[in-house]
């Protein structure tokens, strides 16, 4: 049977079996960058961090603790970010003196992790550096240093392994490109 999100797909861009490769080498670059650090503390963006953030924290083996931070960016009939950011779930614990890493599913425009990040410098971490599955830095409107990097990725829609399509989809094992045709007939 055809399953419902195979009219919004264009092509696959990013394979599960790719993904979980790069996952794993991102993994293991942190823990060997954070050995001896005893205050690691990943911060999740959700939604669309928290399939990258289970997959990546089975290969961190360095300890470490989680947490989770609800933003959206509105504006523009939602698929293109502006400068307004809002908090809409803040993290549980105190950051202070911890070293942060932020896991995101993608960076844009950079607005969002541009406010994430200065509200929580504010708090007086020890660090915090930035890591995203993906990067759409041809996008990038506001100059954000980042750390890891899953994927550069072209300025193309895309769905899947944590990013929605209109709140959906984000379980699938694979990124994939949406079909913009498909979008304008509903
Ligand atoms: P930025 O603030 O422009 O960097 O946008 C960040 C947010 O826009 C991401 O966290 C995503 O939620 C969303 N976003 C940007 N590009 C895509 C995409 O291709 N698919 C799904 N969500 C996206
Ligand atoms: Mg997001």
């Given at each position: 049977?055809?399953?419902?999100?195979?009219?919004?797909?264009?092509?696959i861009?990013?394979?599960?079996?790719?993904?979980?490769?790069?996952?794993?080498?991102?993994?293991?670059?942190?823990?060997?960058?954070?050995?001896?650090h005893e205050?690691?503390?990943?911060?999740?963006?959700?939604?669309?961090?928290?399939?990258?953030?289970?997959?990546?924290?089975?290969?961190?083996?360095?300890p470490?603790?989680i947490d989770?931070?609800?933003?959206?960016?509105?504006?523009?009939?939602?698929?293109?970010?502006?400068?307004?950011?809002?908090?809409?779930?803040?993290?549980?614990?105190g950051?202070?003196?911890k070293?942060?890493?932020?896991?995101?599913?993608?960076?844009?425009?950079?607005?969002?992790?541009?406010?994430?990040?200065?509200?929580?410098?504010?708090?007086k971490?020890?660090?915090?550096?930035?890591?995203?599955?993906?990067?759409?830095?041809?996008?990038?409107?506001?100059?954000?240093?980042?750390?890891?990097?899953?994927?550069?990725?072209?300025?193309?829609f895309?769905?899947g392994?944590?990013?929605?399509?209109?709140?959906?989809?984000?379980?699938?094992?694979?990124i994939?490109?949406?079909?913009?045709?498909?979008?304008?007939?509903?």
């Amino acid at each position: 049977m055809k399953q419902a999100y195979e009219k919004y797909l264009q092509e696959i861009l990013i394979d599960s079996e790719t993904l979980q490769a790069r996952v794993a080498e991102l993994g293991a670059q942190i823990s060997a960058d954070y050995e001896g650090h005893e205050h690691l503390m990943l911060i999740c963006i959700l939604k669309g961090g928290v399939l990258f953030l289970t997959d990546l924290m089975r290969q961190i083996s360095v300890p470490h603790e989680i947490d989770f931070l609800a933003v959206s960016s509105y504006g523009r009939g939602g698929r293109s970010a502006t400068g307004s950011v809002r908090i809409d779930m803040d993290l549980k614990e105190g950051v202070n003196g911890k070293d942060l890493l932020i896991i995101e599913d993608i960076i844009d425009s950079g607005y969002t992790l541009r406010f994430v990040m200065d509200m929580l410098q504010a708090r007086k971490p020890a660090s915090i550096k930035l890591c995203t599955l993906l990067n759409k830095s041809s996008r990038r409107v506001i100059d954000i240093p980042v750390d890891y990097v899953g994927f550069e990725i072209e300025d193309k829609f895309v769905f899947g392994y944590g990013l929605d399509l209109d709140e959906k989809f984000r379980n699938l094992p694979f990124i994939g490109v949406v079909r913009l045709e498909a979008l304008k007939h509903e």
